[in-house]
């Protein structure tokens, strides 16, 4: 697929998908301080990374992924509960989310037309917000798990674990991360957004600003070992490709250390460029459309000589885990840090009546073993939490060039 800067004029009908008619799917992750997933791209039936094809509407199954129901039947209902509503005067985005919530789909979302748009900047590269990544914990809390140097968040003072309690009055413990963060969002830079927060015993309110943020995802570093760190803080486009930039220009014999950690998805199109340049073809992933095995392969022709680690922790999310799992199935790299974080749900959006869009659960993807990472995540070959840099750099120097 072609990604998500031409997704909006290209949503189904709410009341039935339209054969023929052109979808992006998407996997529920969050991204970047406002965007919430990550989209299929060149997912060709014939099982090649072609460049640029999109999934047909006719080709998606309703599957009831996650103990939700089918997908048509549940956009049905967000579409009639948005009708109803707008009819009596009421908030249609509202009703289709909690028809959405009563689906049972733990990954569903509705967005207003404006935190879409935000959405596919964020996609692009950019997004208007505070400047942070959050994650849900096991008990609910929302927690910051990194901030954007110079961003709204980091001038006021936020850091990693921090807890976030509220945003604008609404309390955010148990909510889907991709609410609260939608919640952070804005149309426009400068308008303000007060978040409760929560560090140790001290809780307080602060203000922010949203800006609008560039986002540069990936960094590349060498190490005084001589080895390249590579990291990746989200896929957005252009990153993949950033990625082979970064491995074809290492010095000779120098090994890779992949960083995901943090990393919470993105385009998936993204993901498997950044594949193609450490495997020489082959299997990426696997996913299901109407009870058909679809996959994702990898370009030939990337650099399988280099040993190579990557890092991951809870924070290591979806499309992220796809990429780790493909790396860790075929042998390719060490897995090591935490066990990632466990989303691998593949979204179909509708357009709603009042504009709006939700996001439901169609099916899910696996690793090239046949693993599934929903609700289970990846766990690494070697654990590693604190000081997990610094374990990684170890087993990399240990490791010869790849047979």
Partial sequence: ????????????????????????????SVLVTGAATGSWSGAADDGRNAPSP????DALAPPAADGAGGDTDTADDAADAAAEAMADGKSGKKAAEEAVSRSGDRWGSVYSPG??????KALGGGYTGVGLWARRAADGRIEVSRVRRGGPADRAGLREGDRLRSVDGEHVTGRPVTEVLGLL?????????????????????????RAHVSTDPVTVSQLPSGAVLIR??????GSGEAVRKAVRRAPDGAGILLDLRGNSGGLVSEAVTAASALVDGGLVATYDVRGQEKALHARRGGDTARPLVTLVDGGTMS???????????????VVVGTRTFGKGAVQMPSRLPDGS?????????????????DGRGITPDLEAGNGAEKRAETVLTGLGPPS
């Fill in 54 to 57: 999109s999934v047909r509407s």
């Fill in 232 to 237: 990746v803080a989200a896929f957005t486009k």
């Fill in 319 to 333: 499309a992220a885990e796809l990429l780790t799992g493909a790396l860790q199935d075929r042998g390719r790299a």
């Fill in 185 to 209: 969002r804005g149309d426009r830079a400068g308008t303000p957004v007060v978040l409760g927060v929560q560090r140790g015993p001290r809780a307080w309110r602060e203000t922010l600003h």
């Fill in 357 to 373: 869009v939700a996001e439901l659960t169609v099916g899910h993807y696996r690793t090239p073993s046949g693993r599934a990472v």
């Fill in 115 to 120: 935190e879409f748009q935000e959405f596919e």
């Fill in 1 to 28: 697929m072609s990604g998500l800067d031409r997704f909006a004029d290209r949503i189904s009908a709410p009341r039935r998908i339209r054969r023929g008619a052109t979808l992006t799917l998407v996997f529920a």
